[in-house]
């Protein structure tokens, strides 16, 4: 299975940050990586797909970028309502799998 | 818009059968792959297995031995059972619909994404 590390897995910003989350593959997928975005009691949404196309409706302050094992989730300036678990999920190969989740929290 | 409708038991005891179902509303069934994706309480994704409207399956290694998906195009549905459940099955399951795109890196490649979600059925095992 292709191990998929997110980090960190927590982090405090404010509102306005710039925010960067990373996640790595265990070998190289291409740019077979899906980043989603999960609140609290709720189904995970998807944001991005093929690491750096917005899925339609999600704001343009979000970016996704990388390719081969590294790729990056940014946020240009975080709103209240971004608070929330970031999952990244590789689509190169079942088992599709998944990053431990990165938590954004308040500052 | 594509809706997910989930239902099924939430309550098992160890070593009975886990069975969910999931109907669909909208967009063109035959056209997507169905997939069952859970996460157990306080941690992260895991997922469990594929299926198209044929009936191709695809599942994860590790729970391969005791999953079971299936489809019925007639009603739009598609359905896991889970066997031989202990308290480590315990997790809320969520059914997906998997969309493809298409991108360019050097040459086409298809991308597997889960683009629409149930609304999660929080499944206990408990004796």
């Known amino acids: 299975d292709i191990q998929m590390t997110q980090s960190p897995s ?4 404010s509102v306005g940050d710039r925010v960067t989350i990373t996640c790595r593959a265990s070998q190289s997928i291409g740019r077979n990586l899906n980043w989603y975005q999960q609140k609290p009691g709720r189904a995970p949404e998807l ?6 196309s917005l899925q339609g409706g999600v704001p343009s302050w979000f970016s996704g970028s990388g390719s081969g094992t590294d790729f990056t989730l940014t946020i240009s300036s975080l709103q ?9 999920q590789q689509s190169y190969s079942p088992p599709f799998t998944f990053g431990g989740g990165t938590k954004v929290e308040i500052k | 818009q594509v809706q997910l409708q989930q239902w099924g038991a939430g309550l098992l005891k160890p070593s009975e059968t886990l069975s969910l179902t999931c109907a669909v509303n909208g967009g063109s ?6 997939s ?6 306080g941690k992260g994704l895991e997922w469990i ?4 409207h044929r009936g191709s399956t695809d599942y994860n290694p590790s729970l391969k031995s005791r999953v079971t998906i299936s489809v019925d195009t007639s009603k739009n549905q598609f359905s896991l059972k889970l066997s031989s459940v202990t308290a480590a099955d315990t997790a809320v399951y969520y ?3 998997v969309d493809i795109s298409q991108g360019w890196f050097g040459e086409l490649f298809t991308n597997p994404q889960f683009d629409f979600w149930g609304q999660g059925t929080l499944v206990t095992v408990s004796s």
């Open chain 1, 10 to 13: 927590s982090l405090s910003a």
């Open chain 1, 47 to 52: 944001l991005m797909y093929a690491a750096s």
């Open chain 1, 80 to 88: 209240p309502e971004d608070f929330a678990t970031y999952y990244c």
């Open chain 2, 29 to 34: 069934f035959n056209v997507y792959r169905w």
């Open chain 2, 36 to 41: 069952w994706i859970r996460q157990p309480p």
């Open chain 2, 49 to 52: 297995g594929q299926i198209n």
């Open chain 2, 95 to 97: 059914c997906a619909r």
